[in-house]
Antibody, heavy 121, light 112 residues
Framework: QLLLEESGPRLVKPSETLSLTCSVSGGFINSSDYFWGWIRQPPGKGLEWVASIYYNGNLYYNPSLMSRLTISGDTSKNHFSLRLSSVTAADTAVYYC?????????????WGQGTLVTVSS | DIVMTQSPDSLPVSLGERATINCKSSQSVFYSSNNQNYLAWYQQKPGQPPKVLIYWASTRASGVPDRFSGSGSGTDFTLTISSLQAEDVAIYYCQQYYSTITFGQGTRLEIK
């Protein structure tokens, strides 16, 4: 049974860097069968794809966020991480980590429960 | 970016009746080399993460009841629930993965 769990600070100050980690159990981020990614959802609003990573090191970023984003993976710890710099209130959202549908890039079949990150001083 | 527009924003439907949600993309999401439409549908209930229902426009994800079906091609797509059940009350999102992933704004499905 795949389990995805987001962790990281829930409160981040404006202009600082948001850092989140997705711990994976029941699956391996170095599998060639799946993509891994982050999707966010501001409170009461819709979904926005943030970034994705593939086992071979290929990285995919939302162009509107790319200049502030870093996604990375650590196969030894079986987790992947997100860093978003220079945050503002507009980055306040529930951040979900997810695993793609088998062999399909861009469709998210398994999700973590999400973590609400608030940007506020 | 490809803009995804769903209609309606809110849809009241009686239990047992058919529910139809539309999704239109600002450009085609059909890839001729593999004859696939890069379009997915998700269901999100309050306090829960989204759940994928359909991908490749009409392929049901594992475990999804067959009352859910997807259709359409190119720029116009439809999610149909053939007989609405109480547990289907949720917000439904379409999403394209032809290029930079984008979602529709969501359609809130409620019981009439």
């Amino acid at each position: 049974q795949l389990l995805l769990e987001e962790s990281g600070p829930r409160l981040v100050k404006p202009s600082e860097t948001l850092s989140l980690t997705c711990s994976v159990s029941g699956g391996f981020i170095n599998s060639s069968d799946y993509f891994w990614g982050w999707i966010r959802q501001p409170p009461g609003k819709g979904l926005e794809w943030v970034a994705s990573i593939y086992y071979n090191g290929n990285l995919y970023y939302n162009p509107s966020l790319m200049s502030r984003l870093t996604i990375s993976g650590d196969t030894s710890k079986n987790h992947f991480s997100l860093r978003l710099s220079s945050v503002t209130a507009a980055d306040t959202a529930v951040y979900y980590c997810a695993r793609g549908v088998h062999l399909v890039r861009g469709v998210w079949g398994d999700w973590g429960q999400g973590t609400l990150v608030t940007v506020s001083s | 970016d490809i803009v995804m527009t769903q209609s309606p924003d809110s849809l009241p439907v009686s239990l047992g009746e058919r529910a139809t949600i539309n999704c239109k993309s600002s450009q085609s999401v059909f890839y001729s080399s593999n004859n696939q439409n890069y379009l997915a549908w998700y269901q999100q209930k309050p306090g829960q993460p989204p759940k994928v229902l359909i991908y490749w426009a009409s392929t049901r994800a594992s475990g999804v009841p067959d009352r859910f079906s997807g259709s359409g091609s190119g720029t116009d797509f439809t999610l149909t629930i053939s007989s609405l059940q109480a547990e289907d009350v949720a917000i439904y999102y379409c999403q394209q993965y032809y290029s930079t992933i984008t979602f529709g704004q969501g359609t809130r499905l409620e019981i009439k």
